[in-house]
Each structure stands twice: as structure tokens, then as C-alpha cells.
């Protein structure tokens, strides 16, 4: 069993019972079990230096961070899949359960295998209040709060009350009561999957509702006030000790009313007695493996990801949808480790053109399953709720407990997660700090459908901005990448399907698109992450009058096709196209392990030539990388500007100034000398972009001179 | 009633029924009620240049932006409080029901007072199916579906079935049976409050649960696979009607089965006996006011913010909590609007000091309430759930439907609702372009509890990355405040509640801080967003050395502290402090309504003088505003690099190299010549860094002579 601490700081409960059983002092020798770590232990508390309030990396025997609150169920039920013998208790504040997160939380048992996977034993604690109000749980009637819980599908178990020592047995009947009878709908389903024609029986999970009063068994009352069993408990409840005699006295007689002179030896060890209370080994709560998930992680089985490469007889002369391709390699992946990787997705892993994984695999789902349903399957490794948050909270929960995934999503709405990956960002920036905790699987996201190919979704669906978010944590844990075809996002999913204690992001087409490069270029590029693109530079790109670079899918096909229509043009201009895979390359070297020098950036770029930046998403996210480089005033970036609208994909690069046409332009009027001698190239590149609106306007789609386009050399 | 639409792609049923009952034409003449408008209306559905799929500003009678799924409950929610003869009514799709949004705002009936409020009428419709897969709240049993709606405190009236001419009949019985029961609670209320001594009774509201096929009277089966009734007929049910002609054959049958020529006259336009159907003016779906709450835009009655002015002595000679000046002005702006202003919180404005407030209003709550709970009433302006997508979603609708208010958050916790600010400012920019919408008043956040000041909870409570979000919207929308001190807090929050259509965040802190200008200073210094603080620079801060800028309350003390030490070491040195109220006056006047014009920016920053900016947020974001500029590459910002931990304010600024002694260090490196002569004093700076944070550790508190430093001059 492992315990799951929701209710914001709650870190006490994790860190003093993990001294008491001795496994914190294991893990921080300097916190000992004596006078001396006693008392450091007390010091550290929410000390400079010391450690928070909350569950944290910190916390031996904690996989979840207690400071953002909303997520400790869906960790819970995330910890639970693919670990049959694990119990997974979970402490649900009241405060919490009033979260989004946390309302959609409970129907995970919808998802969760009672035979294959483990089990998760909520525990819903009502003390009554948050900050500084009731909780809505805890004050609707109690037949509500019970037929709240039954229709979500629990069993629950009341334990009420206020008098500890009767309150402790009951406590005690009810988890024995929940472990029996989480036993026996294991026992049984395990047992029924043994044998055929057997039908499916739908489980009831047990849980327990605990009401106890806020501050219990700390002081009732003071200076006149009512504290315990009132939200008065929820900070310090004895603010004065240090200037008010009455306080300290206070202090000191509930610290005293646990009597512990009969608890702790001279020594200030805890005595045999309750020592003896605790189990052994791992099975100590702060000492269980699955809480430090790196000690048990196993590589993933990977199949060579060459073998899944798209056939090539010349740069961009054929087309595939990316992410079908990487289907198919995730196909294999699901297949060569039944019991170690999930890909999660809010109802789009098929709208993201990942169906070939179902060859292998079915979508988890132990409700009705009915004739006409495809894939649905009592276990699965595919993972489909129309909540990012419970992917992101799924995901986050089976990484931490040392396995493999990949969550999917709609470019624009992974922003549901935003905080989710900012603070499972400062987990890891902690944990990489702690000798004591190993590395982990990387988060990876891969995020299609997005910003440029929301062609009948329109402008709620354009927003390239996560990426944003995620350049905000620490160089050494993010990573970006945004391969512009289907063989270099093979060799991008492979690298971070290896990867460790990073945040992966990859951003890829679904729609059909250009192959740029054959398997042995892409994987060429993709470990440089940077790179001149000769063939469709002039000249191999030496020496160039103005270089284009591009990241993203659609900027790269724009670019390519700006440059031949350069070539057709200007056969004479010196045209460089810099392909970019992982924008940390972009970086200073000091500010991010993957930063090119400088010299390297400027070979690339050159220092004092013009520079048009196609970007997939927000432009200043460029500018942002690159101000510190030489010629940065030179660099003229194109993106996403907030222009959005339902329209076709070519229509949109217009509408953003981002299109082949537009990059023409912005070239004429940048290398110096060609506007006055090339003022018709640019009245005709003006009309150009007038004539395919209006086309678009008229047909509703592209014209097919430009979806029909491909590298002409 | 107004009518909100949650299901993804339901904005047809808007836009057909709009234009069946003539108001959409209203808005849209060139859509017309005839032929040519009809077939206007169905080409411009998803297509370029014409309206989305779902529900959008630019549908007639919508609040409610249907892309990203999970906020409609919220929003009818918001729109029902302070509307008392307003019911909204409300369809929630199976799909959205899974999200955590929708997941939590079932309980908003326990903040919704049948007395003053309106009432929210859901119709929960299972259909069965998200994109490709089922729901989990459709195949669940009906009797767990009852219970745990019932749970949530709803009377569930079941409508199920298939059959059109039945159903719409039992529909309707069920639309009269929940309407005459919404009558009864909100009568017999108001019945009651208007009698003293009387108790409260609890309501318990009706919803409906339909239950219909998906793609219901759609093609049964479409090239041998079922459709009706299943995920198959999520998006497009005939898909080859332009190359098969037998899929081109079922559409004609299709469609001809609704008997169009029984609907329609000669001319286009729906017979006289459906015209009849619909109601008249302002009833109408499409022609509801309050679905255009622009049109019911009461301006707030505002006292004078100068009255709330703290006493002034001088520059930086006492201290504020800037957030609780704010609740005085607040706790007016509250009894002077008492049913068209709300504050929305996350259960943190007493946290974040506006606790003035509850002299003149309540926390709503609707259930019990016991003798020690506090502020607590049926109806109040102040509304706290530990949501804060329930508090954001609940704004968004109180203010489309033409009201006022603010949400309070923890800085960090904002980012929970990254994504609905998203869709806000994406709603906000298409309805700027829509004539026929009027403005609304502003969507305003205060985020207090910030990034510095997270003394004891650490890490995961500090982060300052909203504001990078919110930057990534269109200029025109987007306004984000830092005001250095309580009396500029007070003139930015009296210009905010005054503004439309933006949205505006304002960080500033709750812990007592310097008061640096007096009202008649603050207002000019806001006026301008941006400005030379004379008294905190020498010589006026004229022909400068350096310049210090800053933005933000816990930066500009370091920043004037920095300017303190320097006139101290240097009193030859100039040095010009510059203070940044409005950020966007970074930006270049092409890029933003505020930026500064070049000659302004130079003549406060100088082109050729070193900057050492002291920035509240991540520091890019600062370099992304000006890279344009000339002398950027002299600008040095220091900001939050995400290095944070418990500790004390002063040891979090040195954590980030944002200190009055790194500031001082910052400026011996940069300015020229002046590293070789004071050697010494850059060793006493980090002599100074050392001791204090040894002292931080030791003590767990900021020394005397940080804390106790005041503005000597």
C-alpha cells in the first residue's frame, strides 16, 4: 500500500510517521531518531531551508505534491493501473474535493481493471473546512453526500465522530472492512478472467468518508474563540507563544496532552512498543519502492524505430500524416510492454490519427459495452476521457511509480493543464536534487490537430501557447521539439521514449504533409536538432544573402516553397534554409544543455545577413531564445498572431503573414538592393495572396496549386 | 430564459432556430429569411470566412463559447445570480460532463439564493458519445446516474427514448414540470424572506436527463455501418457525397424526410404557423438582452478611490498592506452595487486581505450555517469555492450578461484557469468586431499571494507565469498592472472597474510594504503607466549613469533600496530610478494602444546607458516587450528564474539575484570604469548576501536591517 496525501499541508502527517517507523532517518541520516533529529525535525518545518508544508518531493513514501490542490485522486487511480498487488489509499480533503480536477476524478473506477491493475481506497476527509470557509460536502445533508458517492460508483464507509480512541477502532474496522472487500471483487474478477464464457461483473469499490473536526485534539478555544472543529484550526491556532505567557502555556499542555513521556526513551527514540507497530522494510509507508517509481522503472522495449520509416525517393516528393506513421511505432511499443506504458488522450487519439495503436491494444472501459462500440476493452493501454486533467493526473500518477507514457492532445487544449505541468515541472526540478529519489520517465506530450490545421474547428482551437508555459521551468528539465515530418518525428518519439526526468514536448501534423527527409537525414538531423538544409538551399546554402529558417510543420513546408520560388526568381540570391527540431538549440549554451555556441548559431545564421524565421507558434517565443545572439536585429520572425478563424490551412499562414508569398516579400524587402530591382516579383507575390483568398472565399478550400505543391528539384 | 449550449459543435441549433425565428436575420440582414438567405445561412456554416461549428460570439442569443468544453454549467450559473427573472437553461453534453469544470460546477446550486438569484434549469443530454468513444455518465446504470444526481441536490426528471413525436411531447411535460417547480422554490422563498423569523429551506432544483440517439433522425446505417445511435455520427454521416452517388442519394432522403416543403413558403421563409411558434421581441433565443449583456451594462457606481488614500509623509516612510487599502475601496464598490458586483475567490480573499469587505456583504451560502461560522449568508457579493474555474466561469457569465466584478487568486493558482482566459480573450476579440454586441464590462483579476511572498508554502505557490499567458492575447485586449504601492493600487483598480471589453490583471501584494507615492503622485505615475521617480534618483535623476527600472511592489523596494546603497557608495553616480506601472508601456506604440513611442522610451531609458531592470515575473518577458528597442542590448533584467523554496521574502529575492546588493553588483559590472575602483564595495555586497542568508537559515527570518529599511531622504 502506498498513501496518497491530498489536503493542503498535510506534509506533517507523512513526514512524522515516517520518522516514527524510521524510514525518514534512513533517507536523512542528519534527521535521526533521537533528541538531536527530533529536533531538527520540528526545525525544518516549513523553515528557510527546511522543507514544506505539504507533501513534496521531500516526503519519503509521497508520490504527489500537496501545494496545488485537485490532483491526489487522479495520482492515486494513475499509481493503481498496471500494479495488481498495490493498494493505493488516498486522502481526499474536503477543501479539494470542491476542485474540477478532483469532481472528475471519482469516476475513474470506470477505467480501472479490477484484475490486471491495483486498487485505490479513497478516503474522503471531511473536517468541515478550507482556508476560511465551510466545505460543501461537508455540510450538505449526509443522505445527499451518501448518494453522491453511491451514484459515482463507491461503496462508502462513514466513520464519524470526535472522541479519538473510539474514533481509532472504528477507523480501523472500516479499512479492514474496505481492504476485505477490495479483496474480494479482486478475488473474484481474477478468477472469473481465468475462466471462459465467464460474463464481466461490474465492481463496486469500497471507500471511506472520515468526519472529524478541523484542529482535532488541538486546543478548543483561544483568547475566548471557538478554534477546534472550526476553521479558526487551519494555520497557526496559537499565534502569540512567543509574546503571550497564556499561549505558551496553551502550547505547552496540548503539546503535553499526548503524553510523550510514554511515547519516546531518553534518547528521544519512539519506544519498542511503538516502534513494533509499524511494518518492516518496504512495506513501511515511507519506504515503499512504487513512491520512488525510478527504483522499479524497466527501459521500455523498443522496437528500431527505422523499421516504421516512410518510403523516400527524393526531398519532398511524397506526403504522409506524421502522426499515423508514429501510430504505428506506438503500435509496437504498446505491444512489447503490456504492462509499462499508457497513452492517455482526452477522446482524440483517433482524431490525432494514432488508430493503428488498436491493433495492439483496446481503450480501457468497464462499463456497458455494446455491439456496435469498436476497441473497448475491460484492460487496455489506451486511456480515453474527455478530461486533460485526468490524463495529465492518469499519466503523472503511473510515471511516479516508475513506468512509461505519452499523453496526446489537441495542441490548443493542452492549456487545460498548464498548472498540472508546471508543478509536476517543480517535482521534478526537486527531485533531481534528492540522491535518494532515481530518475523517472519523461512526461511526453504529443500535441497534434494543432494551431495551423484547425481548418473546421476555427479559432477557439488556435493556440500554440503551452509552449510558452513550458519554456518557463528550468533549461534542464523541458524540452521542445518540432520535427517537420513523419521520419525525423520517429526519431524525436524514440529519443524521448528513452529519456528521463525531462517534460517532452513534441508538436506534429496528423494531416497528410510533405516528407523532407529520408530515415538516415532525418535521424541526421533530429540528433543535431538544427540544420542547413542544402538541397533545398542555393548553392547547398554556402554564403547566403538571407537565411530562412523554420520550425513546425507548416512554416517548414511554406519556407521550402518560398525558397523555390526564390530560386525561380532570384536564381542568382544566396538562399540558406535552416531547419530547427529542437528549439532549445535556439538558446545561449549558458542558458540550456542543448544551446548552440555561439559560433555554431552564427555559422548557422550568420551575423549580418537578413533572417526570416517561419514559427509555429508565437513569434516573440523566438526572440525571446535569440536576443542575446549576434545579428539578432536581423532576425525577422513569422508566427501565429492571434489571427484565427474556421478557414483552410493555407488561408490561415496568409492570414498570419506566415505563407510562401508573404516570406517572399519579407525577403525582397529585407536583402538590400532587391526591392527597387524587384518591385513586379513583389506586386505579383501581393497579387498571389489576393487571388487565393478570394479563391478560398469562394471554394472553401485551397487552391490546388497550393496543396498540390512539392520540391520541384 | 436564455439558452446555453454546451455540447461541442452545437452551434447549429442556435443558429437554426435564430433564423427560423427571425432574429438572426435581425443581425445579419444579408442572411435573410428567404432562399438566398437560406442558402447564405448553410454555406457559411465551418466555412472560410463564415461561422464555427459551435456556438460562438457570433451566434444570436449565445454567452457561451462552445470550442472548449466544460464551462457551460458555470456560465449559466453566472448569469443567473443578481437576475432574479432570468432562467437559464442550460444543456450539458455527456461528453463535457466528464471534464473536472462541469464535474464541479453541479454544486453552484449551493451558492445560487432562489431569493435574489435567477435559476439555472440543466439538461444534462446523453446522447452517449464524444468524438469515438461512449460516456461514462450514459452507460453508467440509470439508478447510479439518479442517485448521483440526485446526491448533488438535483430532482432529475428523466426524458428517454427515440421516437420524435413522443419525445418532444414528454419533452415538453418535462420543460412545464421542472418550470412550475423552479416557480415554486423561488415563490415560496421569496415568500419567506419578506417575513420575519422565518427559516430557511433548502432547495432541491429540477433537471432534466435526456436521453436520445446520437445523430438522432440522421441515416440510420451509411454503407453497411450503423450511424444513428452511435459515435459514427459524430462529425460528417455521409462523407463521399460528391463522388458516390449513393451517398449523395441517402442525403437527398435525409433531408426531404424533415418535409421541407411543409416548413417553407415558395419564397424561403418558414410558414406562418411555425413563424407563430416562437415568441416575440426581446423573448426570442436569438434577441434575449441578456445574452448581449453589453445592452444591460449599468455603469458602476464608484465612490472616489482618493478617499481610500493612505496617509503620506513622505517617500517611503511607512507601510501598507496594499491588498487591504484595495478591500476598503472594494468593501464601497460592494454597498454602492449591490446587485450588479461580485467578488469571486478561490477561498482566499481573507488570505489576500480583503476581508473589509464583509462589512458590507456576505459569503453566499446555501447551507447550513452554524454558530461559529462567520460572514456567511444566503445572498452576498463575495462567492468562495476552492474552485477556481467555478470562480472564473461564474464571472465570465455574470459579466456577459452585462454585470461587474473581480476574482482574487493566488498568483501561482491562476494558471488553473490558463485555458478559460484563453477562450475569454478569444470570445472578447471576435465580439470586439461584431457591431450588433455590445461591450462588456472587463474581466478583472487581482493576484495576490505572489511569487515573493510565499514565505511559508513554498515552491509550488510561486509562480509568476500568467502574465506571460495572458501577453500571448491580442494587444487590444489584454492590460496587465503592477502598481509599486497601495495608493497606486487603488488609482489602477478605480481604472479597471471603469474599462470594457479588456481583460485586466493587476499583481499586487497583501504584506505590509512601502508607501512610495502620495495619491496626487499615484494617479499622475498610473496616468502615465510608467515614469522617472525623481526622489529616489540623484540629481533628479538627470544625465544618468545607470538606470534601475522595476516593476512590481517587492522589486521596486530592492530597486530603491539598491538606489539608496549606490547614492551611499557613489554619490557622484547617476542614477535614475524608473518605475513601471502599466507593463505594456514597454512595448513599441505599433505593437500595443499603450506602448511608449520610441522618444519617449529612449528619453526615459536612455540608448546608450546600462538598464538593470528588477522585474516581478520571469525575466524574458521583459526583453520580449523591448528587443525592438534601441540600447536593448544594454538592458539587464533580473526577475524570477524559478528558484524558489520556504523561506523568507529577502532570501527569495537573493535566491533570484534580484537583491539591493546584487542590483548594486549588477550595476558595478555594467556601468564603465566602475568595477576597478570599487572593488571593495562589490566584496561588501557579497559579503552582505552571505551573511544574510547564513542569518535566514539560522533564524528563519529576514534581518532587522532588511525588514526595518526605510526610504532615508
Not at 472469473?192 to 463496486?204: I, N
Request: overall charge negative.
Amino acid at each position: 500500500m502506498i498513501y496518497v496525501m491530498g489536503p493542503g499541508h498535510g506534509g506533517p502527517a507523512a513526514v512524522a510517521n515516517s520518522w516514527l517507523e524510521g524510514s525518514y532517518s534512513q533517507v536523512y541520516p542528519d534527521v535521526s531518531q533521537d533528541e538531536e533529529g527530533m529536533r531538527r525535525l520540528f526545525r525544518q518545518f516549513s523553515f528557510p531551508g527546511g522543507i514544506p508544508s505539504h507533501v513534496a518531493p521531500e516526503t519519503p513514501g509521497s508520490i504527489h505534491e500537496g501545494g496545488e490542490l485537485g490532483y491526489s485522486l487522479a495520482h492515486a487511480f494513475g499509481a493503481a493501473f498496471d500494479n495488481p498487488d498495490l493498494v493505493v489509499s488516498c486522502v481526499v480533503g474536503d477543501g479539494e474535493a470542491e476542485t474540477g480536477p478532483l469532481a472528475a476524478s471519482w469516476h475513474s473506477t470506470k477505467f480501472l481493471d479490477p484484475v490486471r491493475d491495483g486498487a485505490v481506497l479513497p478516503i474522503l476527509h471531511l473536517n468541515g473546512y478550507k482556508i476560511a470557509n465551510p466545505t460543501v460536502l461537508a455540510r450538505i445533508p449526509e443522505e445527499e453526500l451518501v448518494k453522491m458517492l453511491e451514484g459515482m460508483g463507491y461503496q462508502p464507509l462513514i466513520v464519524s465522530g470526535s472522541e479519538p480512541a473510539s474514533m481509532h477502532q472504528r477507523m480501523a474496522r472500516a479499512l479492514d472492512e474496505a481492504m476485505d472487500r477490495i479483496a474480494a471483487i479482486q478475488r473474484q474478477a481474477r478468477q472469473r478472467a481465468g475462466r471462459a464464457g465467464r460474463s464481466f461483473e461490474r465492481a463496486v469499490w469500497p471507500m471511506v468518508v472520515l468526519r472529524s473536526p478541523k484542529g482535532w485534539t488541538g486546543p478548543r478555544e483561544v483568547d475566548g474563540l471557538p478554534v477546534e472543529g472550526t476553521w479558526r484550526s487551519h494555520q497557526v491556532p496559537l499565534s502569540g507563544v512567543r509574546s503571550d505567557p497564556g499561549h505558551l502555556r496553551q502550547l505547552e499542555e496540548w503539546m503535553r496532552s499526548y503524553r510523550p513521556q510514554e511515547l519516546f526513551g531518553d534518547s528521544g527514540a519512539p519506544v519498542a512498543e511503538l516502534v513494533a507497530l509499524a511494518p518492516e522494510g518496504e512495506r513501511r509507508m515511507g519506504a515503499n519502492p512504487h513512491a520512488n517509481g525510478g527504483v522499479l522503472l524497466r527501459d521500455l522495449v523498443l522496437p528500431d524505430f527505422r523499421r516504421y520509416a516512410v518510403e523516400f525517393d527524393g526531398h519532398g516528393t511524397h506526403t504522409s500524416q506524421a502522426t499515423r506513421v508514429l501510430g504505428c511505432f506506438l503500435r509496437d511499443v504498446v505491444r512489447s510492454n503490456p504492462d509499462n506504458f499508457r497513452i492517455m488522450g482526452p477522446d482524440e487519439t483517433a482524431s490525432n490519427r494514432f488508430s493503428e495503436v488498436y491493433e495492439a491494444t483496446d481503450k480501457v472501459w468497464q462499463e456497458e459495452v455494446l455491439s456496435t462500440d469498436e476497441h473497448l476493452g475491460r484492460h487496455g493501454q489506451v486511456m480515453e476521457v474527455l478530461s486533460e486533467h485526468l490524463c495529465q493526473g492518469w499519466l503523472e500518477g503511473y510515471l511516479l511509480t516508475g513506468r512509461h507514457g505519452v499523453f496526446n492532445s489537441y495542441e490548443a487544449f493542452v492549456h487545460i493543464v498548464d498548472a498540472m505541468f508546471n508543478q509536476h515541472a517543480k517535482w521534478l526540478k526537486v527531485s533531481r536534487h534528492l540522491a535518494w529519489r532515481w530518475p523517472i520517465a519523461s512526461l511526453n506530450y504529443v500535441l497534434s490537430s494543432h494551431v495551423w490545421r484547425q481548418d473546421h474547428n476555427g479559432f477557439t482551437h488556435q493556440d500554440p501557447g503551452f509552449l510558452d508555459v513550458v519554456m518557463n521551468k528550468p533549461a534542464e528539465l523541458v524540452r521542445v521539439y518540432l520535427p517537420p515530418d513523419a521520419n525525423s518525428l520517429l526519431s524525436v518519439a524514440d529519443h524521448c521514449l528513452r529519456s528521463r526526468d525531462y517534460v517532452n514536448v513534441v508538436v506534429a501534423g496528423k494531416q497528410p504533409a510533405l516528407d523532407y527527409l529520408s530515415m538516415d537525414e532525418a535521424v541526421a538531423h533530429c540528433t543535431r536538432g538544427i540544420g542547413i538544409w542544402e538541397w533545398a538551399s542555393t548553392g547547398g546554402g554556402a554564403d547566403p544573402d538571407v537565411v530562412l529558417a523554420c520550425a513546425g510543420d507548416v512554416p517548414t513546408l511554406e519556407t521550402v516553397a518560398a525558397a523555390d520560388l526564390l530560386r525561380q526568381f532570384f536564381p542568382e540570391l544566396g538562399v540558406r534554409v535552416v531547419n530547427v527540431v529542437d528549439l532549445m538549440r535556439l538558446q545561449p549554451a549558458g542558458e540550456h544543455p542543448h544551446g548552440l555556441p555561439d559560433a555554431e548559431y552564427e555559422a548557422l545564421f550568420t551575423t549580418d545577413r537578413p533572417v526570416i524565421f517561419a514559427f509555429h507558434g508565437y513569434p516573440w517565443l523566438v526572440h525571446r531564445l535569440t536576443y542575446r545572439r549576434r545579428g539578432h536585429e536581423n532576425l525577422h520572425v513569422r508566427g501565429f498572431k492571434e489571427k484565427g478563424t474556421t478557414t483552410t490551412p493555407f488561408d490561415m499562414v496568409m492570414l498570419n503573414d506566415l505563407d510562401r508569398f508573404h516570406l517572399v516579400i519579407d525577403v525582397i524587402d529585407r536583402v538590400p538592393g532587391l526591392a527597387q530591382r524587384a518591385a513586379h516579383v513583389r506586386q505579383r507575390m501581393v497579387d498571389e495572396r489576393s487571388r487565393h483568398r478570394a479563391h478560398t472565399r469562394e471554394f472553401g478550400e485551397d487552391p490546388a496549386s497550393v496543396r498540390e505543391w512539392v520540391w520541384p528539384y
